[in-house]
């Protein structure tokens, strides 16, 4: 398992920050930009090279977001399925393979996302000590930069004023 960790409430349309490694290095760079017409968050490598872009569209469904590759198509659309006081649960629509179910305590940061039952990837404030960090654990060959964009969907809509 590959675990990261990442700032609460970071993840900000408009911010740059980086995911850091377990060991606190520098794993992933996100660079927000605050567009007029839509806004947009680049995943990138350390290296600068686009991974996903995490683009939450103007005039589209309510409550969804799209991850894109570099080149503009869709890689997933991640949208609120139920909200309760105890369990939130999103649906990530995957276009080239099974959807992806996500799970838990989204606001506690203590969540798994979950593909036909089988764990993708788990979120937990747990792991790290500082309270404003929490960590994204993925499951091996698992695909890191898509769980680590769901994460920062998830994030992003679930604290819309951070």
């Known amino acids: ?12 349309i408009g911010d ?10 520098h794993a992933y760079r996100i660079d927000g930009k605050a567009l007029r017409v839509r806004k947009t968050m680049i995943l990138e ?11 939450k569209r103007m005039l589209r469904i309510k409550d969804s977001m799209e991850i894109e590759n570099p080149d503009g198509g869709r890689v ?16 990530v629509q995957v276009e080239d393979g099974p959807d992806i179910e996500v799970s838990g305590k989204i606001l506690d ?13 788990q979120v937990s404030h747990r792991w790290f000590g500082p309270r404003d960090t929490y960590g994204v654990e993925v499951e091996p060959g698992e695909d890191v930069p898509l769980a680590l964009a769901i994460t920062i969907v998830v994030d992003a809509m679930a604290h819309p004023e951070g």
């Open 109 to 121: 940061h203590e969540y798994r996302m979950e593909r036909d039952g089988d764990l993708v990837a």
């Open 45 to 55: 490598d350390t290296d600068g090279n686009e991974l996903l872009k995490i683009q």
């Open 16 to 25: 740059d920050f980086f995911i850091e490694d377990e060991n606190g290095d």
């Open 76 to 91: 997933a659309m991640v949208k609120k399925a139920l909200i309760s006081p105890l369990r939130d649960k999103w649906e």
């Open 1 to 12: 398992m590959t675990r990261f960790q990442v700032r609460q409430r970071a993840l900000s």
